[in-house]
């Protein structure tokens, strides 16, 4: 029997007991270390809880796949200890918990802060990208390359012993843990569900950030009815750790002017006083990205549920955005409805149901179309296998069971064919 997964995240406290508890979130491939240079001034106001994701700093190794389903870990973790109602600062994917909390359990958060955060990471496309290479490559690719995504250049060379504490933190997460957090980003997107955000939100960014910089988060403040943003100079994705004592004055500041709420006098919260001046930089929102609307659902024929969306969606995840989008935008009066059919009936119909799952129908996809001699789309399915959680490995094994029974100049073929793409998908960037 397989064990349980816990519904609880690792957690530690800091700070007076029976102060207001004030939630610290860390980012990917993050401890609750990136906030050290935080807590000291904190917790002489806060009770400060900082938590881990699931195989991060030691934490139990039980993968979580999706926003929702972290958050979720999270509130049992509060309510477990008793607190009902917090204040919540989040980075980057702690920061995408935070805005879940704040659209499903508005009544749990007095205030919140998104460091680093957006409404929709990069694209799915990256972040499964990032789950192929460190499948096929362990974590080692991520630790390099840490450094650049987090700090300024300068920031790298002055401190090189801090450098070195976030390659380790990075190469001593669970692989699969990191695999299912890239899983959660890639189907992370509120865009249009920002304006639901009601509780008062300071949005905070590095002015140097290139991973989730100063666009996305005007767009954050564009659609939050009561949002507010702060730039840091000096500062790219782990600003918390670039700029201490400027994003600490942020951070008091917000929490102390926005955590009060009428229901917190009867909960015994505590309203501080303001003791910061001008924020360290504030700039309005600006012109932000247009937030799409919400796509309808498809009409219902014959009472079932047109499979059309699920299919869509289930194709994205599989193949990829960029392939489906240069599929669709390839089809003309000709081959749409060929484009359609197969979304519909292959992707809505067949890759939905529940017999197989998805590593197991890519295997069989593999020997399908090596037996039939379709090449072509024996490269973007090997893609797809990779996408699925194959590693090179098995799918090396596939192709050798597909010498036996399909014929070794087929497998022949297949090899060269998926060589590729496997050298091409699984070589970290230089």
């Known amino acids: 029997m397989s064990e349980t997964p816990p519904k609880t995240l690792q957690y530690r406290f800091d700070g007076p007991e029976g102060a207001p508890v004030l939630i610290l979130g860390p980012s990917l491939g993050t401890t609750w270390h990136m906030w050290d240079r935080q807590v000291p001034e904190l917790a002489r106001q806060w009770r400060v809880l900082r938590f881990d ?5 030691g934490a139990p190794a039980h993968p979580a796949t999706s926003v929702p389903e972290l958050a979720e870990r999270l509130l049992a973790t509060l309510d477990g200890l008793g607190v009902q109602r917090f204040g919540y600062v989040g980075c980057s994917i702690a920061g995408a918990i935070g805005a879940e909390l704040a659209l499903r359990r508005p009544d749990r958060i007095a205030s919140l802060a998104l460091v680093a955060a957006s409404p929709r990471f990069g694209t799915a496309d990256e972040f499964r990208q990032r789950g192929v290479i460190v499948r096929a490559n362990g974590l080692d690719p991520m630790a390099r390359t840490a450094p650049e995504r987090w700090f300024t250049p300068g920031f790298a060379a002055a401190q090189p012993a801090i450098v070195e504490w976030a390659v380790q ?10 695999i299912a957090a890239c899983e959660a980003l890639a189907a992370f997107d509120i865009r249009a569900e920002l304006g639901r955000i009601s509780v008062p939100t300071l949005v905070l960014v590095g002015a140097e950030d290139q991973v989730t910089g100063p666009a996305e988060a005007r767009t954050l403040v564009a659609g939050i009815p009561d949002a507010r943003l702060a730039l840091v100079p000096g500062a790219s994705h782990l600003a918390p750790v670039e700029q201490p004592a400027a994003v600490t004055d942020l951070f008091v500041r917000h929490f102390s002017t926005a955590w009060f709420n009428p229901s917190d006098t009867a909960t015994g919260l505590t309203v501080m006083p303001d003791r910061m001046t001008q924020p360290f930089v504030s700039a309005p929102a ?53 484009q359609e059919l197969i979304t519909r009936y ?85």
């Open 286 to 338: 600006g012109p932000v990205a247009e937030i799409a609307p919400a796509e309808q659902p498809r009409a219902v024929s014959n009472g079932r549920a047109d499979p059309y969306e699920a299919g869509m969606r289930v194709r994205r995840e599989v193949l990829g955005d960029a392939h489906v989008d240069r599929a669709t935008a390839a089809a003309d009066g000709f081959s749409g409805d060929f």
């Open 53 to 57: 994701l699931p195989g991060h700093g």
């Open 169 to 178: 933190m990075v190469r001593t997460t669970d692989p699969g843990c990191y």
């Open 346 to 430: 292959a992707w809505g119909e067949v890759w939905t149901r529940d017999g197989l799952d998805r590593r197991t129908r890519s295997a069989v996809t593999l020997t399908a179309l090596i037996a039939g001699g379709h090449l072509e789309e024996l490269a973007f399915h090997t893609r797809a296998a990779l996408r699925n959680g194959l590693t090179p490995a098995e799918i090396r094994e596939v192709l050798i069971q597909t010498a036996v029974y399909c014929g070794v100049p087929a497998a022949n073929t297949a090899f060269r064919v998926a060589g590729a793409v496997i050298r091409e998908e699984t070589t970290p960037e230089a």
